[in-house]
Nanobody, 122 residues
Framework: QVQLVESGGGLVQAGGSLRLSCSAS????????MGWFRQAPGKEREFVAS????????NYAGSMQGRFTISRDNAKNTVYLQMASLKPEDTAVYYC???????????????WGQGTQVTVSS
């Protein structure tokens, strides 16, 4: 089992930045691909970014490329999502997740956090 706890969400103005953190406990964190997903009201959960167990490989959804940066610190069992140039349409609950495979599909992630709310005002 892996337990994931997100933090760092909040209210920010359009154009601003936030850094989300996801702390993991339980099984070996470094063995997992970590991903960030988000879900806006009335919409399906969507992929945001993922990072390989080593941190050497990352993937981003097209609309986040260049604005969001995913990183991880295996010594701290933590994955981060640095978000910049935020837009009102980035408003959502952001979830981190862990997968035993390199994947961007939410269906392949085994463990999920409770989510953290990000609200971007115009």
């Amino acid at each position: 089992q892996v337990q994931l706890v997100e933090s760092g969400g909040g209210l920010v103005q359009a154009g601003g930045s936030l850094r989300l953190s996801c702390s993991a406990s339980g099984r070996t964190f470094s063995g997992y691909t970590m991903g960030w997903f988000r879900q806006a009201p009335g919409k399906e959960r969507e992929f945001v970014a993922s990072i390989s167990w080593s941190g050497r490989s990352t993937n981003y959804a097209g609309s986040m490329q260049g604005r969001f940066t995913i990183s991880r610190d295996n010594a701290k069992n933590t994955v981060y999502l640095q978000m910049a140039s935020l837009k009102p349409e980035d408003t959502a609950v952001y979830y981190c997740a862990a997968s035993s495979r390199p994947t961007t599909s939410s269906l392949m992630y085994d463990y999920w956090g409770q989510g953290t709310q990000v609200t971007v005002s115009s």
